[in-house]
């Protein structure tokens, strides 16, 4: 019989620590996002909606919402994607303007 070759295959064990596997982080399920907001897609397999994992560790912008999930703009090759991510599988990522922002703070 020949096995399964579904989007989650050789996916399970390889994105969780063993001694955070089966955690659930409730931070990182609650979090929102504002439209335009640099966001980086890491997935989180302890959760079951996973986006596809040849998309693990692309960066894009938040485009729009759809109940509690996100529509990410990413680069695929040559083309623009938009995907539907779950906000557990995304982190944001400080643009140069944070940054900016912070240094002014600081040289006040």
Do not use: C, W
Request: glycine letters at 8%.
């Amino acid at each position: 019989m020949k096995g399964s070759q579904g989007y989650r295959r050789k996916s399970r064990g390889l994105r969780v620590k063993p001694r955070d596997r089966g955690k659930v982080r409730i931070k990182r399920y609650l979090q929102k996002f504002n439209e335009g907001e640099t966001v980086s897609i890491k997935i989180d397999a302890s959760y079951r909606n996973i986006p596809r994992p040849r998309f693990e560790g692309k960066s894009g912008k938040v485009v729009a919402t759809q109940g509690r999930a996100y529509y990410i703009d990413i680069r695929d090759v040559k083309k623009r994607k938009k995907l539907l991510v779950a906000p557990e599988h995304l982190i944001k990522i400080r643009g140069i303007k944070d940054e900016e922002r912070r240094t002014k703070v600081r040289s006040m």
